[in-house]
């Protein structure tokens, strides 16, 4: 029996956003880095719904990641492989028409898809499935939905990966959607997030906690540090996002005994009125 076949079909920023700030600012950012380079000129990060599907699907398929940096390339690419190929595509406003484009014009394949798009406004072909949730994957491929991300289909791409350490935030700014509950992670799901990002080439690490230094588990990445060193030597520390009130209490901290290498404070305004309306948990003071 013949081994399947599945592309991980990802558009990169060169197609969709030929001119990235985003990435000129950290380059800027992180600038005393000697020699550093920030991410894949493809990509600030890498794409987590591969690594889950990559992860759910193993050793049932064989899995190809295609980065699309030229359309029509890409067109000739999936041409050139069997009729029966599955292809698996994260479909947003900013890669849709391009994802459509190559959908009509490639060779008939078996797509499933998902994403963040009112799928009823496009064309797609009657193979294409749409799925609700990347863990509805098993409804469709030999998928084991329990399994944990792979991100060694990516090689030694350039990236900063993320690491939750909770989720929420316990202020309660006008224009955001957060729960107002703070929800920490276990020492357990924390050190798996940390084992999955063994194949990963990077310096830093992200936290994605909107609002570093609320939840009680921060001292945890003094351990977290440790672990990423036992397989990551060029580990240099954390990249945090918090208030002002919680990097006066906390920032020594940190820096000194948790390896914290930057902290990210948003301003997003200077005019008190504005701020008290937005109920922003700082003033201009």
Known sequence: MSQKFCVFLQVS????????????????????????????????????????????????????????TDVEDTIEYLNTLPWDTTILASVMDVNVSVLQHIVEEAEPKYWVVGGYVDFKRYIWL????VLDSIYSLGHVLDADVT???DYSIFGKMRTIPRLHLSDGCLH????????????????????????????????????????????KNVDLLADVA????????????????????????????????????????????????????????????
């Open 13 to 68: 920023h060169r197609v969709t956003a030929p001119v990235n700030p985003t990435l000129e600012y950290y380059t800027k950012v992180y600038d005393k880095l000697e020699g550093f380079e920030i991410a894949s000129p493809d990509f600030m990060e890498l794409p987590t719904w591969i690594a889950i599907a990559s992860g759910m699907l193993g050793d049932n398929y064989t899995q190809v990641l295609h980065v699309v």
């Open 126 to 129: 009657s193979s294409t499935i």
């Open 147 to 149: 399994a944990e991300p």
């Open 172 to 215: 309660n700014c006008a224009f955001c959607t957060i729960d107002r509950e703070v929800v920490e992670y276990t020492e357990h799901a924390v050190r798996a997030q940390v084992a999955s990002f063994a194949t990963m080439n990077f310096s830093l690490v992200y936290i994605s906690d909107k609002t570093f230094g609320q939840a």
């Open 226 to 285: 440790e672990w990423i060193w036992e397989f990551n030597p060029d580990f240099i520390g954390f990249i945090v996002q918090t208030t002002v009130q919680e990097a006066k209490r906390g920032a020594k901290h940190w820096i000194e005994d948790l390896n914290v290498m930057y902290i990210e404070v948003g301003v997003e305004h200077v005019d008190d009125d504005y701020l008290k309306r937005m109920r922003k948990p700082y003033n201009l003071r």
